[in-house]
T-cell receptor, first 108, second 114 residues
Framework: SQQGEEDPQALSIQEGENATMNCSYK?????LQWYRQNSGRGLVHLIL?????REKHSGRLRVTLDTSKKSSSLLITASRAADTASYFC????????FGKGTRLHILP | DSGVTQTPKHLITATGQRVTLRCSPR?????VYWYQQSLDQGLQFLIQ???????AKGNILERFSAQQFPDLHSELNLSSLELGDSALYFC?????????????FGEGSRLTVL
């Protein structure tokens, strides 16, 4: 069964705009991770945020975590065509469970 | 290159058959995870091994089995295959045990059951 649920399922934005994806989950977690997948390829880890952290940055990525609301968001700033991909959140406790992902399409 | 190797990359077989997917984790990683990705079910966690022992189990069917060998490579065995087993099977490795950190994914094995 899925733990995380990403929202929206799909997102199209213009190059240069910011993209925000949300993830909600149901049970307690040790950490939450975001991954990227280019079509049919293996997933690539983007960022990990621990349950006692509220915000984390990595380059153009900003992740927030609200454990009281059981939700996280991933912000990609100044989007580029190369950011077109599917993005998944994964909740980690004794298992690592992925959501169904958000398909992000950056329009040139 | 993640350092995780999966073979075969593509596999076409018939219903009722049995296949074995192989995964070599990143050097030094003790944990291996198996996931199934299909269009309608998303990325489903199947099973995790840590240093040769089963650590966590997900939505793995009884027709499927896995093991991790002393050299840390892992195999996922799928038997009595059904059309619905057609999917992309990913292996991932991690250097963490109970609470996993970053997963490194292989490029997957695409299974087509005809």
């Amino acid at each position: 069964s899925q733990q995380g649920e990403e929202d929206p399922q799909a997102l199209s934005i213009q190059e240069g705009e910011n993209a925000t994806m949300n993830c909600s989950y149901k049970t307690s977690i040790n950490n939450l991770q975001w991954y990227r997948q280019n079509s049919g390829r293996g997933l690539v880890h983007l960022i990990l945020i621990r349950s006692n952290e509220r915000e984390k940055h990595s380059g153009r990525l900003r992740v927030t975590l609200d454990t009281s609301k059981k939700s996280s968001s991933l912000l990609i700033t100044a989007s580029r065509a190369a950011d077109t991909a599917s993005y998944f959140c994964a909740t980690a406790d004794d298992k690592i469970i992925f959501g169904k992902g958000t398909r992000l399409h950056i329009l040139p | 290159d993640s350092g995780v190797t999966q073979t075969p990359k593509h596999l076409i077989t018939a219903t009722g058959q049995r296949v074995t997917l192989r995964c070599s984790p990143r050097s030094g990683d003790l944990s291996v995870y198996w996931y199934q990705q299909s269009l309608d079910q998303g990325l489903q966690f199947l099973i995790q091994y840590y240093n040769g022992e089963e650590r966590a189990k997900g939505n793995i069917l009884e027709r499927f089995s896995a093991q991790q060998f002393p050299d840390l490579h892992s195999e996922l065995n799928l038997s009595s295959l059904e059309l619905g087993d057609s999917a992309l099977y990913f292996c991932a490795s991690s250097d963490s045990g109970r609470y996993a950190g970053e997963l490194f994914f292989g490029e997957g094995s695409r299974l087509t059951v005809l």
